[in-house]
């Protein structure tokens, strides 16, 4: 199947009510590793890389192992442009075949923030690219960007609306309590879905993404520490909270820290329990094994993609 942008997959969710995830890559065992879990759930997936995974990874190189998955398995894949910074790296990616990119606009005052999403929007259109833009700040840590916990500032839904209608834009990103990261909560995990409900009231057609919403999963946060590691306190929104999103109206879910979790968790695990490996390929593939694990946990139980592969 060749790569496919994000749509029908959305409008999908939006009528059926469940989310897709996006999951970042930064190398072959994440792409492998995400792309079977979503074959075997036969689930609609999306891969995303950041502008720090381009240069990590390379585009050729990310370009071409998403090729070779597409080869092997037949599920609807599009490939995503993360907290797109500038116009130059959206154009980038859709030079090079992304089917989906994201300009980051949040950082900027509203009309800067529309005027460069429309941009974008103007380039990816005419080239049939679809473009999500961000409304709103998350606390945290976003791709380079450090946004302080004070600015942190929840989407108002009455300016999503006119984003929306501004900007032309294909979905939009919303701040609703989530952020980057391994820490996202200190207390209790809350999420705003009094907000969500009212955007979604004002813009019902426009699919909503949620930004930093990795669970934190905590079995592999206490590998981490178990086997040397130092994260106390790490925390994300609970999976429950996340199925409810899914079911009110957020049409795509990105997960980054779990990945790094469990990719960490297998990797620490061999290496306390097995210190006269160095055959790489024990502890990646370890690695590989419980990211998907938890991708298919995500796709099969709580975003409830599984079996929506057919548009
Ligand atoms: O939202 C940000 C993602 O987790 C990407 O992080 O820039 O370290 O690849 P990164
Ligand atoms: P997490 O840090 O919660 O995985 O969020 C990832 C993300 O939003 C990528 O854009
Ligand atoms: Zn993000």
């Known amino acids: 199947?060749?790569?496919?942008?994000?749509?029908?997959?959305?409008?999908?969710?939006?009528?059926?009510?469940f989310a897709i995830g996006a999951f970042n890559i930064n190398n072959m065992e994440f792409v492998q590793a995400i792309l079977d879990a979503a074959a075997e759930e036969n689930s609609p997936v999306i891969l995303q890389t950041s502008s720090s995974a381009l240069k990590y990874a390379r585009i050729p190189y990310l370009k071409h192992m998403i090729e070779a998955g597409l080869e092997e398995h037949d599920v609807p894949v599009a490939l995503h442009l993360d907290h797109g910074p500038d116009f130059e790296t959206c154009k980038l990616c859709i030079d090079n075949g992304y089917t989906s990119v994201m300009i980051d606009g949040s950082k900027y005052d509203f009309e800067?923030?529309?005027?460069?999403?429309?941009?974008?929007?103007?380039?990816?259109?005419?080239?049939?690219?679809?473009?999500?833009?961000?409304?709103?700040?998350?606390?945290?840590?976003?791709d380079d960007v450090n946004v302080a916990q004070e600015d942190s500032m929840y989407t108002d839904p009455e300016q999503a609306l006119e984003f929306v209608q501004k900007t032309n834009c294909d979905s939009l990103a919303i701040a609703i309590g989530t952020s980057h990261g391994a820490y996202k909560f200190k207390g209790e995990a809350k999420l705003r879905f009094d907000i969500l409900e009212k955007i979604k009231a004002l813009i019902p057609e426009t699919p909503i993404v949620l930004h930093g919403a990795s669970t934190v999963v905590p079995e592999y946060v206490e590998m981490c520490n178990n086997y040397g590691g130092n994260m106390p306190g790490a925390?994300?929104?609970?999976?429950?909270?996340?199925?409810?999103?899914?079911?009110?109206?957020?049409?795509?879910?990105?997960?980054?820290?779990?990945?790094?979790?469990?990719?960490?968790?297998?990797?620490?695990?061999?290496?306390?329990?097995?210190?006269?490996?160095?055959?790489?390929?024990?502890?990646?593939?370890?690695?590989?094994?419980?990211?998907?694990d938890c991708v298919k946990h995500k796709i099969k139980d709580v975003f409830g993609s599984s079996n929506k592969a057919t548009f």
Do not use: C, W
């Open 235 to 292: 925390k994300g929104v609970p999976d429950e909270m996340l199925h409810e999103a899914s079911q009110r109206g957020v049409s795509k879910i990105n997960v980054d820290t779990d990945l790094r979790l469990a990719m960490t968790a297998g990797i620490r695990k061999i290496f306390v329990e097995n210190p006269e490996v160095f055959d790489p390929r024990k502890y990646l593939g370890l690695g590989r094994d419980y990211i998907k």
């Open 112 to 142: 800067q923030n529309v005027e460069l999403t429309k941009q974008v929007v103007d380039y990816a259109h005419s080239r049939g690219v679809v473009v999500e833009a961000e409304l709103g700040k998350l606390a945290g840590i976003e």
């Open 1 to 17: 199947m060749s790569l496919v942008t994000t749509k029908e997959m959305f409008k999908k969710s939006i009528d059926e009510k």
